[in-house]
């Protein structure tokens, strides 16, 4: 098994499929991956009135403290665990608990603009785009919200056309230009699925032909393309 960890960066706009597709990995690798979520760092905004969290912008990059991520996905590499905050999606603000996490062979980092902090997707070594049609993502960011999130139907579809949608076409679409795999429906892409865990495998040394981390698959000349 490799000493290094493999960050893996999952993107993709607000309900495509990330956190699913977190999930079925990190299941499938039971013990031997970190997830670190974005949405855990959300600004603390309880200096703030309920009514006035309601109406802030949660889809803009500001609306993180990406120093303390970076900070503590950079302590989770070196092998250190951390203290990592818990966000309250009804209460639209930092919990007091902490969660925490340790490091692992593989970290999985989650979020709608991770690809859009360059000093995030710097530290990613596979960059995942979880790309899923923006009317398949209201359905289920509607039912999701109301379901899980405390949300009024009326409250979604006035934060999707507010803040969500002008800001998925400013920050997250854009920046699916730094993916190197586009994955169409995230978890329930077995092909795409297939293909990670056997690179995952290799890294864990799962598989025989285990290669180095980062080693690449193929040796591709440019020159000769
Ligand atoms: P994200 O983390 O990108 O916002 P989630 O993984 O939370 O998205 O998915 C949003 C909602 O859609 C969840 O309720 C989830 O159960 C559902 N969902 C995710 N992937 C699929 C899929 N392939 N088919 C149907 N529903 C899905
Ligand atoms: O899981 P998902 O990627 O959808 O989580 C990100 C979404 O959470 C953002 O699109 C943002 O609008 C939403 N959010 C919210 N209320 C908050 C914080 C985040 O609706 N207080
Ligand atoms: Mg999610």
């Known amino acids: 098994m490799s000493d290094r960890t493999l960050v893996i960066g999952i993107a993709g706009g607000t309900a495509s499929g990330k956190s699913t597709l977190t999930q079925t990995l990190a299941k499938h690798f039971a013990g031997h991956v970190t997830v670190i979520q974005h949405d855990s760092y959300y600004k603390n905004n309880d200096h703030l009135p309920f009514e006035a969290r309601t109406t802030l912008n949660y889809d803009a990059p500001t609306a993180f403290d990406n120093d303390l991520m970076i900070e503590q996905v950079k302590e989770l590499i070196s092998g250190k665990a951390v203290e990592c905050p818990t966000y309250d999606y009804a209460l639209h603000t930092r919990a007091k608990e902490t969660v925490r996490l340790d490091p692992s062979p593989i970290l999985i980092v989650e979020g709608i603009l991770i690809f859009a902090e360059p000093r995030l997707c710097e530290l990613c070594d596979i960059k995942l785009f979880v790309d899923t049609d923006a009317d398949v993502r209201i359905l289920r960011r509607i039912r999701r919200d109301v ?71 193929f040796e591709v000349d440019p020159q000769s393309a």
């Open 147 to 217: 379901v899980e999130r405390g949300r009024s139907l009326e409250s979604v579809e006035a934060q999707y056309l507010k803040t969500v949608k002008p800001m998925h076409e400013l920050y997250v679409e854009p920046s699916k230009r730094q993916a190197d795999m586009i994955i169409p429906e995230g978890g329930s892409n077995l092909v795409a699925l297939d293909m990670l865990v056997h690179r995952i495998d290799r890294v864990l040394g799962l598989d025989p032909n285990a290669a180095p981390l980062n080693a690449p698959i």
